[in-house]
C-alpha cells in the first residue's frame, strides 16, 4: 500500500508516520510537500499533527490554503482513504471536509497525556479491525481539541454512526470526568459521510509499539491495510 | 542621525567600569563611538564573556576519549556516542527574562538552546528543564505572583517546544522563598548527528560570503546579554523591552534549513544570532576563524525603519542565524531559503585583516579587531570570603513531629510532589523516542535514526549548596550519575548551568569557586567531561541573593534496550533492597526545612569512590536480569523514595519493609538525605543472586522487605507506621495541579 503523509511547514508528526508506516508495518510512506498539487498514485493520504503555520491563527485556517489541500479535497471526493490525525484534524474541519471545528481546550492548557477511547463504529475503513465498544489507549497532545459543533450537526453525525471514537475511562464509561478537553459528547474522531475520511485528535502513530505504553494506535493502520486487501479481493 | 556623545554617565550606563573603558582606549588607540561603546558592552557583559567566572570554569575537566567538540570551542560540546553517531548538548539559563514575563522569557530560552543545538548541525531530539520558583502554596508569602511565573514559564516552554516538535521529557523544578521574584528557568537540549556533519562557528575562507538568514532584525531584546548581567531591581519590569519574542514556527524552519543547508555542504560556517545578536556572531565567527569581517548594516533584512547601527547590531530578535558561505555556492542558499519562505540576504564577507568591520552603506560605523572582544575581555579574580562550615543540627533542638503525617506533607510539597502538572502540558511524546519519559529518575530517549537509548537527567539542590556549596556541587553531580545508573546507563558527559548571586559580593564568589570545585572534583570521578555550560550570575531580588544552584544536566547511553529500568515497583511480591551505607542526621533535609521551616546543619558528604562502585555494580545487576526497578533515595529520604516507587507507576503497588534501628529518632531513620542509597526491587527467585552479586563488590544490600499490598507500611523500632496507597497518591499527584487550577488567578496586567 502506498501511503501520503503530507508536509506542511511547522509539521511535527509527519516523520513519526512515516517512520511508524515504514517500520512497524513495512508500507510504503513518502512524504508530499505542501506546494504539490497531486495526490495520484496513492493509496491513502495522512495529515499529520504538528504546528502547521505555528497555528498562530486558528489551527489549521491557513494550511486549508495550501496547494495540496485541492489536490485532497479531489482524492477524498473519488473515495480514497484520508486520515487527519490532531493538526490534520484541525485542518480538515477548516477545509470543509469535516463538520465541526476544534476549539481550545476546556482548561485551557495544552494535554500530552494517554487517554482511554470507546470504539463507536467497527465498520469504517479506518476502524474494522476492532470491534464496537473496544477500549483503546492512545495519547493526545494538543491545545486546542475540544470538539464543537451545532446541536444539528452532532445529531447527523450520531445518527449517521459516524462518531469513530469518543473519550471514556478504563471500562469504556463516556464521562464527563474522562474528557480530556471538554470536547462536545466526548467526541474524539469522526467520520465524514461517506467513510472514507477520519479526523481524530488521539495520535495512532503513537501507539504502535509495546515501548511507548500502547500498541492500540495499530488498529487504525491495520484496518486501513485490510481494507486495501479487501479492495483487491 | 547623530550618536550620543560618550560621556562617564554613558559609559556608566553601559555597565563598563573606568578601568575597562582605558581597556578599550588601549585596544582602539582613540576613544570608541557610541556604536563601539554599545558592542564593547555586550560582548564584555558576563553573560558573554565569563570575565568573572572564567578562571573557575577552567578547572572543570573537559577532556575524554569521547569528546569531539570541546567545551568553549563552539556553541555546544560534542560527544561520541558510537557507529559514527556523535551527541551535541547543553543547558542554558533564561533566568531573568523569565522573571520579568516569563512566558516569553521562557519561550525565548527553549529557542536559544535548541538553536546552540542544530547550530552544531545536530537535529534536536529532546529537552529537559530545570526551574526553580519561590512558594505557590496557598498562604506564602508572594504566592500569586510566584503561581503567575509558574503557569508563564510553564506555557512559554510549552508552547515553543510544542510548536517545534522537540519533546521536554524530563526536568525537576524545586520551589523555595529564596527564589521568589528570581525564578530559574535552564533548559538543555540535546541533539543527534554523525561526526561528519559537525558544523563550525568559524568565517573561514577569506572572501567567502556572509549571508543572514532567518527573521528580520526588529528592536525587541536590545542588549538583553547586558541585561542579564545585572541584579533585578524594582525598576527592572522598565527592562522589559529587553526580552524577545519568540516564534518557534519561524525557528521551526529555520531549523530545517538550515539542516538541509548544511547538508548541502556549502556551509563553511555557522553560528546563531543568540545574546548580542549580530555583534556577537560576527566577532566570535571572525576571532575563531583568526580572520576578519566586513558587514554591511543596510543590506541586514529589518522588521522596524529608522533603525541606527546601535540598534541593529545590539538587537536580541530571535530565530537569526549567520552563515559564511563557500564563494560560488551562494545559489544553495536562495534555493533552499525560498523554498522554505524564510529572509534571507548577503550582507558581508570574510577579510584577512581581523578586524570586525561594520558598514552603513558608505559609512563605517564600527572597526575593531575581533580578537579583543572575545579573546582580550577582561577577567576578573574576585574576592572570595573565607569559608566557615556550618554547625551541625542539633537534633534535640528538633521537636519531634507525627511521622506519619510529615510524610504525606512532604509528598504534597510541590517540591516532592508529581510535577504532572507541568509536563502534561509538553508534549513528551512527539518523535516517539520516550521511552521512560517524565516522572522517573533519568529520562531515556530510542533516537531512531542512530538507533541509540539515550539517557539524560538534570539535577541541582539549592539547599544543600547553600549549607555547603562544594558539598552542593558534588551532591548534584552524584545525584545525576546515579539518576542514570538507576535507569540502566553508563554516564558519558555533562553540560553545567551555574545560578548563583552578584560575584562581586565575596560571600557569594566564595560560594561559586566552591561549588565549582565540588562539580569539577566529582565530575573527574565519575569520569564526565564538561561539554559546556552557561553561567547565570546576579540572580537577585531585592531582599537578597539566591541560594547559590548549580545544575548538572548529564547524558548516558543504554546499551541495551532490555537494561531500561524505571522507579517505579513491578508487582507484587518483589524483594524490596537499600543499597549503600547507612546514615543518620536530618542536616539539610528537606524534612528539616518542609516540617519543620529550617535550612540548616552540616549536610552528610558525598563519598564519591563509593558512588562509582554502588552505580557500576547497580548498572551489572540490571545486565545481568537481577532488578525490576531502580529508585535514587534523595529528596524526603527512604520514606519518600518508598513511596514514590509504590504509586509513580501505572499501578500503584503496596510494600511492606522493615527498617533497622540505626540508634536515632524515627524521622532520622525515615527522612535523612545520605547521598549513595539506591532503592531496587527483584524477583525473589534472584534472592541469593542478588545478595551474592552485591557482597562480591563490597556494596552494603540490605533486604527490607516485600512488594505487595494495599498500603506503605514501614516497621521501625516497634511502631508499625501505614499508609493506605490511595492517600500517599492523592497528596503526591494532586497537590500541584490543585494549587495552580483551583487558586489561579487571572495573569498579572502587562
Excluded at chain 1, 104 to 126: A, K, M, P, W, Y
Excluded at chain 2, 323 to 350: H, M, S, T
Excluded at chain 2, 454 to 479: F, H, K, Q
Excluded at chain 2, 578 to 591: I, K, N, P, T, V
Aim: glycine fraction near 12%.
Amino acid at each position: 500500500m502506498r501511503f501520503a503523509v503530507l508536509r506542511f511547514p511547522g509539521s511535527n508528526c509527519d516523520q513519526d508516520c512515516l517512520r511508524t508506516l515504514r517500520d512497524s508495518f513495512g508500507e510504503k510512506a513518502e512524504s508530499v510537500w505542501h506546494k504539490d498539487t497531486s495526490l495520484r498514485g496513492f493509496d491513502t493520504i495522512i495529515v499529520p499533527g504538528g504546528f502547521s503555520y505555528g497555528d498562530y491563527l486558528r489551527c489549521g485556517a491557513i494550511a486549508r490554503y495550501s496547494p495540496v489541500m485541492r489536490a485532497v479535497a479531489e482524492e477524498a471526493a473519488r473515495g480514497t482513504p484520508v486520515l487527519g490525525i490532531c493538526n490534520g484534524f484541525q485542518i480538515l474541519c477548516e477545509a470543509g471536509l469535516l463538520p465541526g471545528a476544534l476549539v481550545r481546550n476546556r482548561g485551557l492548557h495544552f494535554i500530552c497525556r494517554q487517554v482511554h477511547l470507546l470504539l463507536e463504529n467497527d465498520t469504517s475503513l479506518f476502524t474494522r479491525a476492532g470491534h464496537t465498544g473496544q477500549v483503546l489507549r492512545i495519547p493526545v497532545a494538543h491545545g486546542e481539541g475540544c470538539y464543537f459543533a451545532d446541536e444539528a450537526t452532532l445529531r447527523r453525525l450520531e445518527d449517521g454512526n459516524r462518531v469513530a471514537f469518543r473519550y471514556c475511562d478504563a471500562h469504556g464509561e463516556v464521562t464527563a470526568e474522562n474528557n480530556p478537553n471538554g470536547s462536545l459528547r466526548n467526541i474524539a474522531g469522526i467520520l465524514n459521510e461517506s467513510g472514507n475520511v477520519l479526523g481524530m485528535m488521539p495520535h495512532p502513530e503513537r501507539a504502535c509499539e509495546e515501548r511507548l505504553g500502547s500498541t492500540d494506535g495499530r488498529i487504525v493502520f491495520e484496518s486501513l491495510l485490510g481494507s486495501a486487501l479487501a479492495a483487491t479481493r | 542621525m547623530k550618536e550620543p556623545a560618550i560621556t562617564p554617565e554613558i559609559i556608566a550606563r553601559h555597565g563598563i567600569t573606568p578601568e575597562e573603558y582605558q581597556r578599550i582606549r588601549g585596544i582602539l588607540g582613540r576613544d570608541p563611538n557610541f556604536t563601539e561603546l554599545g558592542i564593547f558592552s555586550v560582548m564584555w557583559s558576563e553573560h558573554c564573556s565569563y570575565k568573572n567566572s572564567r578562571p573557575e570554569l577552567k578547572k572543570f575537566p573537559v577532556t575524554g576519549e569521547r569528546i569531539l567538540v570541546k567545551a568553549g570551542e563552539e556553541n555546544a560540546g560534542v560527544l561520541d556516542v558510537g557507529d559514527g553517531w556523535a551527541v551535541a548538548f547543553k543547558i542554558e539559563s533564561h533566568n531573568h527574562p523569565s522573571a520579568i514575563e516569563p512566558f516569553q522569557g521562557a519561550a525565548t530560552g527553549v529557542g536559544g538552546i535548541i538553536r546552540d543545538i542544530f547550530t552544531m548541525g545536530a537535529r534536536p531530539v529532546f529537552l529537559l528543564d530545570s526551574l526553580r520558583f519561590g512558594p505557590v502554596d496557598k498562604n506564602a508569602p508572594g504566592a500569586a505572583a510566584n503561581r503567575h511565573l509558574l503557569s508563564g514559564v510553564v506555557s512559554g516552554i510549552a508552547h515553543y517546544g510544542n510548536c517545534i516538535g522537540v519533546p521536554t521529557v524530563g526536568g525537576e523544578t524545586w520551589f523555595d522563598e529564596t527564589y521568589s521574584g528570581n525564578p530559574l528557568v535552564n533548559v538543555f537540549c540535546l541533539g543527534v548527528l554523525r561526526h561528519d556533519q559537525i558544523a563550525r562557528g568559524a568565517a573561514k575562507g577569506v572572501g567567502n560570503p556572509v549571508f543572514y538568514v532567518g527573521a528580520e532584525t526588529g528592536r525587541d531584546g536590545l542588549a538583553g546579554a547586558a541585561f542579564a548581567s545585572r541584579e533585578l531591581t524594582e525598576e527592572s519590569k522598565e527592562d522589559r523591552p529587553a526580552v524577545q519574542v519568540g516564534d518557534p514556527f519561524r525557528e521551526k524552519l529555520l531549523l530545517e534549513a538550515c539542516l538541509e543547508l548544511l547538508a548541502s555542504g556549502c556551509v563553511a560556517g555557522i553560528q546563531d544570532m543568540g545574546a548580542a545578536g549580530l555583534t556577537c556572531s560576527t566577532c566570535e565567527t571572525a576571532s575563531r576563524g583568526g580572520n576578519g569581517i566586513d558587514v554591511d548594516l543596510d543590506s541586514v533584512p529589518k522588521r522596524e525603519e529608522g533603525m541606527t547601527p546601535y540598534e541593529i547590531l545590539l538587537s536580541e530578535s530571535q530565530e537569526r542565524m549567520l552563515v559564511i558561505v563557500n564563494k560560488g555556492q551562494e545559489g544553495n542558499v536562495r534555493e533552499i531559503f525560498e523554498k522554505w519562505d524564510l529572509p534571507y540576504a548577503q550582507i558581508g564577507r570574510v577579510t584577512d585583516d581581523g578586524i570586525m568591520r561594520i558598514r552603513a552603506g558608505d559609512r563605517v560605523v564600527a572597526e575593531i579587531p575581533a580578537s579583543s572582544l572575545t579573546d582580550q575581555a577582561p577577567v576578573y579574580h574576585r574576592e572570595a570570603a573565607p569559608w566557615i562550615a556550618p554547625a551541625p543540627l542539633d537534633i534535640a533542638n528538633v521537636p519531634v513531629a507525627d511521622n506519619s503525617e510529615a510524610l504525606l506533607r512532604l509528598l504534597s510539597h510541590p517540591t516532592l510532589a508529581s510535577k504532572r502538572w507541568i509536563w502534561d502540558q509538553y508534549d513528551h511524546m512527539v518523535r516517539n523516542g520516550a521511552v521512560v519519559g517524565p516522572g522517573s529518575d533519568a529520562a531515556v530517549f530510542l533516537e531512531r535514526e542512530c538507533g541509540k537509548l539515550l539517557a539524560a537527567s538534570v539535577d541541582g539542590n539549592g539547599l544543600i549548596t547553600s549549607l555547603d556549596p562544594r558539598e552542593g556541587g558534588r551532591r548534584c553531580v552524584a545525584e545525576a550519575a546515579r539518576n542514570l545508573a538507576c535507569s540502566g546507563a553508563v554516564p558519558l558527559g555533562a553540560t553545567d548551568n551555574l545560578n548563583f548571586g552578584n560575584p562581586h559580593k565575596p560571600e557569594i564568589f566564595r560560594q561559586l569557586r566552591d561549588a565549582v570545585e565540588g562539580l569539577a572534583e566529582a565530575c573527574r570521578v565519575f569520569g564526565t567531561p564538561v561539554t559546556g555550560g552557561n553561567v547565570s550570575l546576579y540572580n537577585e531580588n531585592p531582599s537578597g541573593p539566591i541560594d547559590p544552584t548549580p545544575v548538572i544536566a548529564m547524558v548516558g547511553l543504554v546499551e541495551d534496550e532490555a537494561h531500561v529500568t524505571r522507579q517505579s515497583f513491578r508487582g507484587q511480591g518483589d524483594d524490596i533492597w537499600l543499597l549503600g551505607e547507612r546514615a543518620a542526621g536530618l542536616d539539610g533535609s528537606q524534612f528539616l526545612l518542609i516540617v519543620h521551616g529550617r535550612k540548616e546543619g552540616r549536610p552528610p558528604q558525598t563519598d564519591l569512590a563509593a558512588e562509582v562502585a554502588l552505580h557500576s555494580a547497580l548498572r551489572d545487576a540490571i545486565r545481568a536480569g537481577l532488578v525490576r526497578s531502580a529508585h535514587d533515595c534523595a529528596e524526603g529520604g527512604i520514606a519518600v523514595a518508598l513511596a514514590e516507587s509504590c504509586i509513580s507507576g501505572p499501578a500503584l503497588v503496596g510494600a511492606e519493609v522493615g527498617l533497622p534501628d540505626d540508634g536515632g529518632r524515627d524521622d532520622e531513620s525515615l527522612f535523612h538525605e545520605a547521598p549513595g542509597r539506591i532503592l531496587v526491587s527483584s524477583a525473589p527467585e534472584h534472592r541469593a543472586a542478588l545478595e551474592k552479586h552485591f557482597a562480591g563488590r563490597g556494596i552494603p544490600a540490605r533486604h527490607l522487605g516485600t512488594t505487595g499490598g494495599d498500603a506503605l507500611v514501614i516497621r521501625l523500632r516497634g511502631t508499625d507506621y501505614h499508609w493506605p496507597l490511595g492517600r500517599l497518591h492523592r497528596a503526591w499527584d494532586k497537590s500541584l495541579g490543585i494549587l495552580m487550577d483551583t487558586v489561579a488567578e487571572p495573569l498579572a496586567a502587562h
